[in-house]
């Protein structure tokens, strides 16, 4: 059974940075794709962005693309977020997920497993 957990999270002003990172425990990752969701008080899950098994390949949602940037290290079984220039509309539990797949998707259901969450506030 895969174990996984967040880090990194906190509160941080409007235009800063955090880096989540997302550590993986029980099985390897690197045969899976892996993503960031994240969910703000009152919403729906959403999808973040998404890295392929090898990292060659990332897709963003576009109310992120061009500040956040995933990456994975799979010698250390772990993913990250980079986001910066942080907003308040950023706000939410920030969740990693490991996909059913090598090949990565914004669809929730296609990931197996995920962690606990890591809260993210941004304040203006």
């Known amino acids: 059974q895969m174990q996984l957990v967040e880090s990194g999270g906190g509160l941080v002003q409007a235009g800063g940075s955090l880096r989540l990172s997302c550590a993986a425990s029980?099985?390897?990752?690197?045969?899976?794709?892996m993503a960031w969701f994240r969910q703000a008080p009152g919403k729906e899950r959403e999808f973040a962005a998404h890295i392929n098994w090898n990292g060659r390949t990332t897709v963003y949602a576009d109310s992120v693309k061009g500040r956040f940037t995933i990456s994975r290290d799979n010698a250390k079984n772990t993913v990250y977020l980079q986001m910066n220039s942080l907003k308040p509309e950023d706000t939410a539990v920030y969740y990693c997920a490991v996909s059913r797949m090598s090949y990565s998707s914004s669809v929730l259901p296609d990931y197996a497993y995920w962690g606990q969450g890591t809260q993210v506030t941004v304040s203006s």
């Open positions: 029980g099985r390897t990752v690197s045969s899976y794709a």
